[in-house]
């Protein structure tokens, strides 16, 4: 069965200072990986997505992500965290299935600190 | 223009109720999904619908029912409420492989 682990709970960085939000997928075959971001009370807006081709993705508000296929990971990078940044970020990856449904990680709250 | 829309925002009923959740997307999309996030804020697909037909049904209670009239379209109807039925629940549409949610209802039996 295909998952994802984003294994922090929460990450905590200065504003200004670069922000990593880790996630590790568990897929059979090429995986379909997402990455969202929820703001209180609000609904989940896309980041970015990695279907294929370049392993460094680029997504909104100046968001990044890496596709490491070795180590079975997609963790989320931004060079420099904003103090709007901080949100509840969730990895997804789409099942194997052909319905499209996303599988969700358990989501890591980014916290920037002014 | 909203792209996904959910009608109510906010859902506060009792134990027993029954109630519904409506959501419609002026995207164009085929596929339309219902996920349920819980207090822990874990996300988990409930059902999803292609062309107005049922492709997904994740071990639902049978007091969920979705019902989507035409493809713009899915309606979330509960049964006989239940306190652990309270969440947030989204609505989602998907094309070419990116999913875009709506705002979500916020659902709290008492």
């Known amino acids: 069965a295909q998952s994802v682990a984003q294994p922090e709970d929460q990450v905590n960085v200065a504003e200004g200072n670069p922000l990593t939000v880790k996630c590790t997928y568990s897929v059979s075959g090429n995986p379909y990986l997402f990455w969202y971001v929820q703001y209180p009370n609000r609904g989940l807006q896309f980041l970015l997505k990695?279907?294929?081709?370049?392993?460094l993705v680029k997504g909104s508000y100046g968001f990044e992500a890496e596709f490491n296929k070795s180590q079975t990971s997609f963790h989320l990078k931004k060079p420099s965290a904003l103090v709007s940044d901080s949100a509840l970020y969730f990895c997804a990856v789409r099942d194997m299935d052909n319905t499209g449904k996303l599988i969700f990680g358990q989501g890591t709250t980014l916290q920037v600190k002014p | 223009d909203t792209a996904v829309s959910q009608t109510p925002k906010y859902l506060v009923t009792q134990m027993g109720n029954d109630k519904s959740i409506k959501c419609e997307q002026n995207?164009?999309?085929?596929?339309m999904y219902w996920y349920k996030q819980d207090s822990k804020k874990f996300l988990k697909i409930m059902f999803s619908?292609?062309?107005?037909?049922?492709?997904i049904n994740e071990t639902v209670p049978n007091r969920f029912s979705p019902k989507s009239p035409d493809k713009a379209h899915l309606n979330l109807h509960i049964n006989s409420l239940e306190l652990g039925d309270s969440a947030v629940y989204f609505c989602?549409?998907?094309?070419?492989?990116?999913?875009?949610f709506g705002p979500g209802t916020r659902l709290t039996v008492l």
């Open positions: 619908y292609n062309n107005k037909e049922l492709i």
């Open positions: 990695y279907i294929t081709g370049d392993n």
């Open positions: 989602a549409s998907t094309l070419n492989n990116e999913q875009f």
């Open positions: 995207l164009g999309h085929d596929t």
